[in-house]
């Protein structure tokens, strides 16, 4: 690896970072929250916390983690499955997808590096 290559990559670091905290201020989400609340409104079944690891490429510590910071404000909820009461499953509450209608990519700034990736 060159340095040209390590400098490109901690700008690219340094831009999504920018992005995170501009997110953070203005919705109250960071982006791994903000992701999984997308995910949760875009699926028609509630999921698997090991499904929901998957989807985003997390562990499932960290999928744990963000789980249990959205569950915490309200935007999801478990429930048990119905054919098997151990195994729980997520869905976006009322309260989640109102606060991923505050979530708009035009009013977060994007910074310009990211704009032609994104």
């Given at each position: 690896?060159?340095?040209?290559?390590?400098?490109?990559?901690?700008?690219?670091?340094?831009?999504?970072?920018?992005f995170?905290?501009?997110l953070?201020?203005?919705?109250?989400?960071?982006?791994?929250?903000?992701?999984?609340?997308?995910?949760?409104?875009?699926?028609?079944?509630?999921?698997?916390?090991?499904?929901?690891?998957?989807?985003?490429?997390?562990?499932?510590?960290?999928?744990?983690?963000?789980?249990?910071?959205?569950?915490?404000?309200?935007?999801?909820?478990?429930?048990?499955?119905?054919?098997?009461?151990?195994?729980?499953?997520?869905?976006?509450?009322?309260?989640?997808?109102?606060?991923?209608?505050?979530?708009?990519?035009?009013?977060?700034?994007?910074?310009?590096?990211?704009?032609?990736?994104?």
């Amino acid at each position: 690896m060159n340095s040209e290559c390590v400098r490109k990559i901690r700008e690219l670091s340094r831009l999504v970072t920018g992005f995170e905290s501009d997110l953070q201020q203005r919705v109250g989400l960071n982006l791994n929250e903000a992701a999984l609340l997308c995910l949760l409104s875009e699926q028609p079944n509630p999921m698997l916390a090991g499904e929901i690891a998957d989807e985003m490429g997390m562990t499932r510590s960290n999928a744990s983690k963000v789980i249990a910071a959205l569950e915490r404000d309200s935007l999801i909820r478990r429930r048990a499955c119905s054919e098997d009461g151990r195994c729980q499953r997520f869905h976006i509450t009322k309260h989640g997808l109102e606060k991923l209608e505050q979530v708009h990519c035009d009013s977060i700034v994007v910074p310009d590096g990211l704009k032609g990736i994104i």
